[in-house]
């Protein structure tokens, strides 16, 4: 408890605890959009797009005050979505092309201006490498300021075109048929997808910052059908994502933050696809199972009828041996669910359909043919 | 012996040549961005190869690397077999996924040795010509040389031997299981050639130009032509291009080799793509006239 509000009283944690929980709340919000709209790698060229603005805005300015290369860092990733959509729209190159061109070049782009920067005399540089992986603790108190301005501007506008985006992710055809301006509201989520990935630039770098788009909505997706639920759930994944990651770097030593928060998301995603109470990989197996022992404890059921009908007795026994496919631990466990459903009385050697099991029957209608 | 500037030169063609072979399937195949996965989750598998071999310099680390490669695309597969999770947010999850795993190894336990983040991020072309093959006291060259012309004769037998087979498999794959191809050994073999390229570029030119190497090139010359032979051609001529001009400019305004290799790219593709537009609406315009008259 004591070592606990040690931490918590460390002037850089709490920057970084702080940031990574704006930073997981937004981009896990403004995800979910990317994601639902099939879009989720555009983060990647984004923010492999943000460098050479990064470093134009150094050389232009030659400040590196995060909020001044921040701003290139905006205009340039606007530009590369624009360009890219350009592309896909202009020739017969697809979108995954076009985003690897864009990526791929900007990132080159980049790394020109870096060498150029990197030559300047008396240039800190170190302003600029912070980027590139992120540098969780060179987060200042201005910095996380910043971070809840843009974080608490995104969250406003979900908000007030919270309808719009629901539409756009959805049905845009139908929105388009409306008269609504799709366009613009596709312009406008591009832009807070933009803002989301530069706010955490500098703690997950640009190289990074892409699954903070991708593991939280992709996690949340795997718990809920609806998109208010989600981007809660989002948010709230991100935030814990960035908070366990950012926790861990900091008591082991030599272990950098965006990478710890990466492998955090990961560990989440995960955990959501084999657990998730309907969609998840374990309830999908356990719902498997079950319904083949109801169909088979149908048929089953369906077979004593008929010989209840024709006053035969039938064992167990028997029933089992037509079975021939099933091996002994799977008759077993139908055995048990047949009992566990009390539709057939079962001794040595006899079996009788009970009162339930004859409802069954009657009720479903399933075996009167 | 030839001068260090020669050196990189011929390197840079050659390593543009290679991504640009191994680029041209995969682009076509719908998978550009595969590349880009590929070429960041080899650090990991660069990195546990260290962690157990030890030594930089030992081959173990190239074919561990390559595996990262192939392992990458399956566990890709397997997210996505799952029906939860689309192909594109699974890319995104495993390549992240992997690449932290090797800088977190790197910064944790390989600090006082000579694998900085920094170089494995961005490579660095000019520093090749250091690392000399020398046998018997007689200076063969650098060594970067013959690995990076033993993989682009990997993919020149590669392409020649399996054309038939990669052109059915890509443009038809329904038509390929059929004949009896098997569309899923094509695939693994293709995503084998291409990590190795990638191995081998990308200590050359850093693994984010590996990608500017493979895609744009074949997709330039995609907007060229749509003959798949004439766009092979096309796009290891544009690659060839991209090299010699790429390092020169970089040579001349002392800037980053591999960063101004891509932004040759960039442009080259940029010019293509203006006249293409152009083209297709002038030729638009010219039916239109047609038709009128």
């Known amino acids: ?369 | 012996m030839l001068n260090p500037a020669i050196e990189i030169q011929i390197l840079a063609v050659l390593v543009a040549v290679s991504c640009t072979l191994s680029g041209v399937f995969l682009v076509l195949r719908k998978m550009a961005m595969m590349s880009d996965a590929i070429s960041h989750s080899i650090l990991a598998g660069i990195a546990i190869a260290f962690l157990y071999v030890g030594d930089i310099n030992s081959p173990l680390l190239i074919i561990g690397a390559a595996l990262t490669g192939v392992v990458t695309v399956f566990l890709v597969e397997l997210l996505k077999q799952t029906h939860l999770v689309s192909e594109e947010a699974s890319i995104g999850l495993v390549f992240t996924f992997l690449f932290s795993v090797g800088v977190i190894i790197i910064s944790r336990y390989a600090g006082n040795v000579h694998l900085d983040i920094d170089a494995v991020l961005l490579g660095e072309i000019a520093f090749t010509p250091f690392n000399r093959l020398i046998i018997a006291n007689i200076d063969f060259g650098p060594k970067a040389i013959y690995i990076i012309t033993a993989i682009l004769s990997l993919n020149i037998t590669y392409i020649y031997l399996f054309y038939k087979e990669l052109k059915l498999v890509t443009f038809d794959p329904t038509l390929a299981t059929m004949l009896g191809f098997s569309p899923v050994i094509i695939h693994y073999s293709l995503m084998g050639v291409v990590s190795i390229t990638a191995v081998g570029a990308f200590e050359a030119v850093g693994f984010i130009l590996v990608v500017a190497l493979m895609v744009v090139p074949p997709l330039t010359a995609y907007l060229i032509t749509d003959n798949l032979s004439n766009m092979i051609f096309i796009s290891c001529f544009i690659g060839v291009l991209i090299g010699i001009v790429g390092y020169q400019m970089a040579y001349v305004f002392d800037v980053s080799i591999a960063g101004s290799m891509a932004t040759v790219a960039g442009i080259i593709f940029l010019v293509v793509f203006l006249v293409s537009c152009w083209k297709k609406s002038s030729f638009g315009r010219q039916q239109r006239n047609n038709n009128i008259n």
């Open chain 1, 1 to 369: 408890m004591l070592w606990g509000s040690y931490m918590l009283n460390d002037y850089t944690l709490q920057m970084v605890l702080l940031g990574s929980i704006i930073l997981g709340i937004t981009s896990g919000m403004v995800g979910t959009f990317a994601v639902l709209r099939k879009q989720s790698l555009m983060g990647d060229a984004i923010s492999h797009s943000a460098l050479p603005g990064l470093v134009i805005a150094f050389l232009l300015t030659s400040q590196s005050a995060s909020y001044i290369l921040l701003i290139g860092a905006f205009a340039a990733s606007l530009l590369s979505t624009f360009i890219m959509m350009l592309i896909v729209k202009y020739s017969n190159i697809t979108y995954d092309g076009a985003l690897a061109i864009i990526l791929s070049v900007f990132f080159g782009m980049g790394m020109v201006l870096l060498s150029v920067a990197q030559k300047l005399p008396g240039a800190s540089q170190a302003g600029l490498n912070k980027f590139l992986f992120g540098r969780a603790a060179s987060i200042l108190y201005a910095d996380v300021i910043m971070m809840l301005g843009l974080g608490i501007l995104v969250l406003f506008i979900i908000i007030l075109f919270w309808k719009e985006f629901k539409l756009l992710c959805f049905n845009n055809d139908f929105g388009e048929s409306l008269g609504l301006p799709m366009m613009f509201f596709d312009i406008i989520l591009t832009s807070l997808l933009v803002i989301s990935i530069i706010i955490g630039l500098q703690m997950v770098g640009v190289i990074l910052m892409s699954v903070m788009i991708i593991a939280p909505p992709v996690a949340a997706r795997q718990w809920t059908n609806k998109l208010n639920k989600m981007i809660l759930l989002a948010g709230f994944i991100g935030a814990l994502a960035g908070v366990g990651g950012s926790f861990i770097s900091s008591i082991v030593p030599r272990m950098p933050t965006g990478p710890t928060i990466v492998i955090m998301n990961f560990i989440i995603v995960l955990i959501s696809l084999v657990l998730a109470f309907e969609r998840g990989l374990l309830s999908r197996i356990i719902r498997r199972k079950q319904k083949i022992n109801s169909i088979l404890a149908k048929q089953i059921l369906f077979d004593c009828y008929k010989s209840f009908k024709k006053e035969e007795i039938i064992s167990i026994k028997q029933i089992m041996d037509n079975l021939i496919l099933l091996s002994a631990k799977k008759k077993k466990q139908l055995r048990y669910y047949l009992l566990k459903k009390g539709w057939l009385l079962i001794t040595n050697d006899k079996t009788e359909i009970t009162k339930k099991g004859l409802e069954e029957i009657l009720e479903r209608g399933v075996l009167c043919a």
